[in-house]
């Protein structure tokens, strides 16, 4: 299995015959491109639909959404792909296998914004609304982009350029580190300066009771912010991690690894599992989100 090449629709094993349900696969893979679908839909219509929840926060989760919506896209594509055939153009089959490394990329810079953002929120709280600011948002925005398009761009020529065994290597290993490891480390410092405020602001409730109220309101808020989008990094960034840790391995020992094809099927399913149920879940957790849904229904 090599995890940039296949899909939830790889159903068959190495002899050709099918180890898993061709309809089980097309059933479970539309329900996640439903959830997704409606999940990510819903955080970018609320985004738009409501000033008072364009935070800077919610601006990078937005990006995840649409990174998101993107990879849901590709999951619909599959799907009609295995019901209709595989396509005979060789550049649309091309761009179909390589979708995920632009939503992979997007969605690890994206999850590393935000990360930051909650760093600087929570360990620096005087000096935060001079530091993240929209226009730093908007270049941040623009850089997560512009390189998951490059990567997208060397995906699609690696999967149309014939003998390139030694290139694969380079290009999986190198995607991993700078769209994952690097990344991956940024949001664990992160996480744990977070972890480390809340742990000295319990152990030391008397300086909370000392701040103005507003402020020590101001400050738990923040904190739990940082909780709720603690609980969507966590998924997305095993998924991706199990996903792309695989393809590391087989890239580097094709022959060492002979997964079982219902394994490959299930880590092929890993990204797209948690696209479909992060935004569930950070609606759920956060409170402002809920609200306006309720209000909406």
């Known amino acids: 299995m090599n995890s940039t090449e296949v899909t939830p629709s790889n159903s068959t094993g190495a002899a050709g015959s099918p180890t898993v349900s061709k309809e089980i696969i097309i059933v479970i893979a539309t329900l996640l491109f439903v959830f997704g679908l409606a999940g990510n839909g819903l955080i970018v219509y609320r985004y738009a639909r409501f000033r008072q929840l364009r935070t800077l926060t ?15 896209a590709g999951l619909a594509a599959w799907i009609i792909e295995d019901i209709r055939g595989s396509p005979n153009e060789r550049v649309l089959k091309a761009f179909m296998v390589n979708i995920d490394l632009l939503c992979f990329s997007a969605s690890m810079l994206s999850m590393t914004a935000v990360s930051v953002d909650r760093y600087f929120a929570v360990t620096k709280p005087l000096q935060y609304e001079y530091i993240i600011t929209r226009s730093r ?161």
């Open 137 to 297: 948002a908007r270049k941040a925005t623009i850089i997560t982009w512009a390189y998951s398009l490059i990567m997208f761009g060397i995906g699609l020529i690696r999967s149309l350029v014939d003998e390139k065994v030694n290139f694969d290597k380079i290009f999986i290993t190198t995607l991993t580190v700078t769209s994952f490891v690097i990344p991956a480390i940024i949001m664990i410092f992160a996480q744990l300066s977070i972890f480390r405020v809340a742990w000295i602001t319990k152990r030391k409730p008397r300086d909370l009771r000392e701040l103005p109220c507003g402020r020590t309101k101001e400050i738990a808020k923040r904190l739990k912010l940082s909780f709720n989008t603690l609980i969507i990094l966590v998924p997305m960034v095993t998924a991706w991690g199990i996903f792309y840790g695989i393809t590391v391995l087989e890239n580097h020992c094709k022959t060492c690894y002979d997964f079982p094809v219902p394994f490959s099927i299930t880590v092929g399913f890993l990204p797209y599992v948690a696209a479909a149920i992060d935004p569930i879940v950070y609606v759920l957790v956060t409170r402002d989100l809920r609200l306006r849904l309720c209000r909406w229904f």
């Open 58 to 72: 919610n601006y990078f989760v937005l990006n995840l959404a649409i990174a998101d919506l993107l990879l849901i």
